[in-house]
């Protein structure tokens, strides 16, 4: 059998994988470029990857940059197989991803018409998600099943979003040869409020493929995360200006939303009104509440008798385009959590653009920024490394106060990734370890330490190389 590595090969985003056996073709996420000059080609180009000879598709989570460019496999006869919040919160995310896809077509066709330019067709269309739509099949965390001709799926917990999943994949050769393979997905960090920690790496593979974000730093711990947070409020109160929080609708402002409602509860921070101005957030936030027994021991409860969904219902839905502009006309303190998540599209880039300039505003990133996006480059402010931002085309000279609070990231830092990675290695097997979704940097570093703590050298794929196993 052999391994494709077809994205996020020193990169952070386009997770996707493919496995071939002498029976069977699964593709393991099939995620979008994000971020880099140049990616809208990536994402249309499929390369020779043809979707009516695929077995099985596998999801291990509903982010973006591991499912946003499934609407293109067209022609797929295959099932995609994930976690049943995976599925759902899937459903949704693609449906918002082909409206954007199709708005942003149109405004650049608008001026495409005027300057007499050739026309633009959106990455994919909504007929394209629901054309999958149809082949979702749901999966349990810890059961088994055959997906393709000899492969066996199952996944365990990533503990990095609802839903979230590590997929472990026995594939069976014509010969009656096996070998398991075990792709990490996200991984989330241990300990975290909300959801429930990633279980270690399963044993006995012969080959891990583990995700690098932050192979080279800790995070720090999410007490003091939670104080940084909790003077954040108090000066925006204090100062009666904004907080923009950039988040990925799925996870990030869910757990913003809880954190600052428990700050406000424990008396450490005041009550600042909080708006989620993303519609699809609001529909992710009633998912949560749907998947009590995903979440951890201390919310299961709090989530099953109900209060779990008060608490969120804190944040105000922002529904439309124009209630969202209407937040540029109000001058109190107030959150506002906006998507993208890496402020490279949606609603926070035009909070940002009026606000970015103004003493007093304060802007909080929680989440990675992949290199070339706008959050990358208010990383950049925030490290004293420039002080302009270009936002819709125009320069910034950024005056609000970017801070960057890690405590809060979905993904483990290098030691939790260490102690993932290590899990795979108490039993009987000695696995080939593959280091993906990471920048060059941070996945050496790991690389470095996986050799120290493990004795294996890692290898660091680049897109388009094969593993053969
Ligand atoms: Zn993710």
Redesign the pocket.
Known sequence: MRIRFLGAAGEVTGSSYLVESSQAKVLVDFGMFQGARGDDDRNRDLGDLKPEALDAVVVT?A?Q??TGRLPLLRGLRAQLHATPATVELSRILLEDSARIQESEADRENRWREREGKPQVEPLYRREDVDAIHGRWSALALGNSREIAPGVQLRFQEAG??LG?ASVVLEVTDVGGMSKRVVFSG?IGQNGMPFIRDPDLCAQDADLIVCESTYGDRDHRPTSETFEELAEILRQAAWARHKVLVPAFAV?RAQLMIHAMMELARDGRSPQVPVYLDSPLAAKATKLYTSFCDLLDDELQNACRVGALARDLAIAKPVLSGAESRELNTLWEPMVVIAGSGMCNGGRIVHHLRHNLWRHGVQVVLPGFMAQGTLGRALVEVSQGHRSHVRVMGQDVLVRARIHTIGGLS?HAGKTGLLEWIAGGYQGKSKPKLVLTHGEPDPRHALAVAAQARVGVTAIEPMRGDVIEL
Do not use: M, R
Request: glycine residues 10%; hydrophobic residues 20%; aromatic residues 0%.
């Open positions: 989570h982010h940059d591991h990095h979003i979230s996200d996870g979905a």
